[in-house]
């Protein structure tokens, strides 16, 4: 597998696996062309420093996979760094494979590159399957997270 940063050519796909699931169908529009916000959205993140949109291909060059890390620069832990992974999609064709794990071990050893302290998450309590993925992964329910939401 090669992870590599996202390209713009690259958004088409990455949407249509972040729409491929349950909850994405309910939140995400994907249609080529794709709608301009993506592409507006992907033009920030590339040029943010702390923003890693990433793609992972298999050897036949396909995008199998996504992820995007956010490097959070704060004060607290002696102005430590904290990784945040989100938007984690494996195609659904390719679900099941040992993949997911392999991102995640690639996203620590990132977080860990850029001195981070710790790498975070967030997934919905509506994917059990998920939560047990990162426990065992090792990740650990150590706070509660809550949201509002504006629109």
């Not at 793609?55 to 102005?79: C, H, M």
């Not at 679900?95 to 991102?103: D, H, N, T």
């Not at 967030?122 to 998920?130: L, Y």
Request: proline residues 3%.
């Amino acid at each position: 597998m090669v992870f590599r940063k996202a390209t713009e050519k690259d958004l088409p796909r990455i949407i249509e696996m972040i729409a491929d699931d349950k909850l994405g169908k309910t939140r995400e529009n994907f249609q080529i062309p794709l709608p301009k916000e993506y592409v507006e959205a992907f033009q920030k993140i590339n040029t943010d420093n702390n923003q890693e949109l990433i793609v992972v291909e298999n050897k036949d060059a396909e995008i199998i996979g996504t992820l995007q890390l956010t490097f959070i620069q704060y004060l607290t832990y002696r102005g430590g760094i904290r990784a945040q992974i989100e938007a984690v999609r494996i195609r659904k064709d390719k679900r099941g494979l040992g993949i997911g794990k392999a991102m995640f071990e690639w996203a620590i050893e990132r977080a860990k590159e850029k001195n981070a302290h710790l790498l975070q998450l967030t997934t919905d309590k509506k994917r059990p399957e998920a939560i047990k993925f990162y426990e065992d992964l090792g990740f650990v329910k150590s706070h509660e997270g809550m949201k509002i939401h504006f629109k």
